[in-house]
Structure formats: structure tokens, C-alpha cells
């Protein structure tokens, strides 16, 4: 089945540094992939879509400047989170798929950030 | 946009019991789709469904979305420790593949 990675499965960092996370799809060439954010006991809110080669979409409320994403290849989708603060702090999921083939999304493990 | 609301948020059953969670839109949905998420995981593609009074099974789990599209549920005869977990429900929009998922019922199951 379709597998999908994330690196790092843990993080933990200092308040004001920036933080990459990695999502790879390691058994097919994703056309698009979505990054989720979850809190404790919460569900999972999406906060970008994007597709190899063009500009994230951001959903409302999600600063572009703070969590740049990055989808150079169909396989690695990048997040950074750009000066992290302990609000920032939280379990980060990615998902791929491709559109018209793999019309279901499959997950990464997650990441769990811990800003300090 | 359209929301979910899922019911009940918690639910606690003895080992051997049913257990059924309910997802409720007040708008017609064009698909549903259940994942399930163990405690400490990432969520897990279950099913979709698409059809106005579709049914599907999986072993002991049965999904149902309603006659109106408005409605789904998951229901698991005969729990076992392995059903653990929280289950979302989850839809996209006509077409869209971005999901939207309702907040989670989380099982907890006693053995």
C-alpha cells in the first residue's frame, strides 16, 4: 500500500529557532499533499494543500510566513516552522495522494513538536 | 463552511459491547470517510462512502451513510482491545480533495 514518511518523528527546540519537517511518499509520486496540525484531544485541522511545483494554499488563518512549505519532487514535501514559539507546540501530520489515482488521502506518523 | 458534528466524543465500553459513532452534517455532504487514529498514531483510511443509503461492512465494522447525505455512522460489533482508538469522520467538497473532519470519538474499550 502507499506509504508516507515524516522526519523528524520528534522534535524539541528552543523558542525563536525554525524547525523543518519532512513528508515523503516512499512508494509513489504524490501530485499533492496536505499538511494538518493537531492539538491534544483535539481532531485534525488542515493548514495548507500543496502540489509539486506551485505555491502552497494556505488555509484561513494559517500565517504563510511562519510555516513556509516547500514541495520541490513528487515524493518530499517540506514544512518549516519559522521562528517557533511554545504555542507553536503540537503534533504536525502530513497526508498524500494522487488525484485521480489515489483518490484517498494516506498519512505520515507525525511529527510532535515541543517548542521551549 | 459545511461543519460535522460528531457524537458522542467519549465513549466507554466493556469488551464484547457495540459501539456506534455518529456523524451529523446540517448540509448534504458528496462523500464521507472514516479514519481511526490510535492513541499516539497518525490516522488511518478506513472508508469512503459516496451513495445516498450506501452500506458498507468490514469485518465487524459497518458504515452507513444516510438516504439524505447528511449522516453516516460506524458501528463495531463486539468490541475488542484492538478497537481502541479515536475515529473521525471526515468530507470533502464537490470537487475538492481537501477533508474536513469532525472533532473524534474516542473509544476506550475495558477489558
Known amino acids: 500500500g502507499a506509504v508516507v514518511s515524516q522526519h523528524p518523528s520528534r522534535v524539541i527546540c528552543k523558542s525563536g529557532t525554525s524547525v523543518k519537517i519532512e513528508c515523503r511518499s516512499l512508494d509513489f509520486q504524490a501530485t499533492t499533499m496536505f499538511w494538518y496540525r493537531q492539538f491534544p484531544k483535539q481532531s485534525l485541522m488542515l493548514m495548507a494543500t500543496s502540489n509539486e511545483g506551485s505555491k502552497a494554499t494556505y488555509e484561513q488563518g494559517v500565517e504563510k510566513d511562519k510555516f513556509l512549505i516547500n514541495h520541490a519532487s513528487l515524493t518530499l514535501s517540506t514544512l518549516t516552522v519559522t521562528s517557533a514559539h511554545p504555542e507553536d507546540s503540537s503534533f504536525y501530520i502530513c497526508?498524500?495522494?494522487?488525484?485521480?489515482?489515489?483518490?484517498?488521502?494516506?498519512f505520515g506518523p507525525g511529527t510532535r513538536l515541543t517548542v521551549l | 463552511g459545511q461543519q460535522v458534528m460528531q457524537i458522542p466524543q467519549y465513549q466507554h465500553v466493556q469488551e464484547g459491547e457495540d459501539f456506534t459513532t455518529y456523524c451529523n452534517s446540517s448540509t448534504t455532504l458528496s462523500n464521507i470517510q472514516w479514519y481511526k487514529q490510535r492513541p499516539g498514531g497518525h490516522p488511518v483510511f478506513l472508508i469512503q462512502?459516496?451513495?445516498?443509503?450506501e452500506v458498507k461492512k468490514q469485518k465487524r465494522l459497518t458504515f452507513q451513510f444516510g438516504e439524505a447525505k447528511k449522516n453516516s455512522s460506524l458501528h463495531i460489533t463486539a468490541t475488542q482491545t484492538t478497537d481502541v482508538g479515536t475515529y473521525f469522520c471526515?468530507?470533502?467538497?464537490?470537487?475538492?480533495?481537501?477533508?474536513?473532519f469532525g472533532k473524534g470519538t474516542k473509544l476506550s474499550v475495558i477489558p
Open positions: 471526515g468530507y470533502s467538497g464537490a470537487g475538492s480533495y481537501q477533508l474536513t
Open positions: 497526508s498524500a495522494m494522487i488525484v485521480g489515482i489515489l483518490d484517498t488521502q494516506y
Open positions: 462512502l459516496v451513495k445516498s443509503g
